[in-house]
């Protein structure tokens, strides 16, 4: 797979979710969300698993909105309060129902410890998609060439030092959610040692 090959939906749900996620997210977080996006249409294609790509694209690039400030719920999990985002953003684009719903289903599951495919592929494939981005998970099964050249396009920035300061902080203050295992799993060791974050070096 080569990013030449790859091409975002085009349609009103999909183009709203990219314009929303610049104008809310910071440059690596923005990067963070896109990586993502790349990493499950890799996994798709080396597990042979076929997503609806608006739905996936969509879900993955609003699935962090709940960890920031405007979007934060003081109460709700973050991964909860951005599929809630999702589904008033396809809602405005005439998703019917059921499908705003799946949108806010894959956004939750990404938190998941695991999500079978057979369940919840676009699910499946968010949850697979963010642990190799946060984590290193599961990075052999995307050849080499494809992993740096999603990161030479979308380098990770400041996404350790970011992503863990915001999950410690919906941590700290929603210690019933996925927030409080992601930092009692050491997110922010795994982070820091994640091999993405030296891949493109010397």
Request: proline share 5%.
């Amino acid at each position: 797979m080569r990013l030449s090959e790859i091409t975002a939906p085009d349609t009103s749900a999909a183009r709203a979710a990219l314009e929303i996620a610049t104008a809310y997210h910071s440059p690596s977080l923005l990067n963070h969300v896109q990586r993502s996006w790349l990493w499950a249409l890799g996994f798709a294609e080396a597990r042979g698993l076929e997503p609806d790509h608006e739905l996936l694209y969509v879900s993955a690039l609003l699935h962090d909105l709940g960890i920031v400030p405007a979007f934060d719920n003081h109460t709700l999990a973050y991964e909860d309060a951005a599929g809630h985002v999702a589904i008033a953003l396809t809602a405005g684009s005439g998703w019917p129902d059921a499908r705003r719903v799946r949108a806010h289903e894959v956004i939750v599951r990404h938190n998941w410890p695991e999500v079978d495919p057979e369940f919840d592929v676009e699910g499946h494939l968010l949850s697979t998609s963010t642990a190799l981005d946060i984590s290193g998970a599961n990075a052999d099964e995307l050849s080499l060439d494809f992993r740096r050249e999603v990161l030479e396009r979308y380098p990770r920035g400041e996404l350790a030092a970011e992503f863990t300061a915001c999950v410690k902080d919906q941590a700290i203050r929603k210690p019933e959610t996925a927030a409080r295992r992601l930092v009692d799993g050491g997110v922010e060791r795994k982070l820091r040692e994640n091999p993405l974050e030296r891949l493109l070096e010397g």
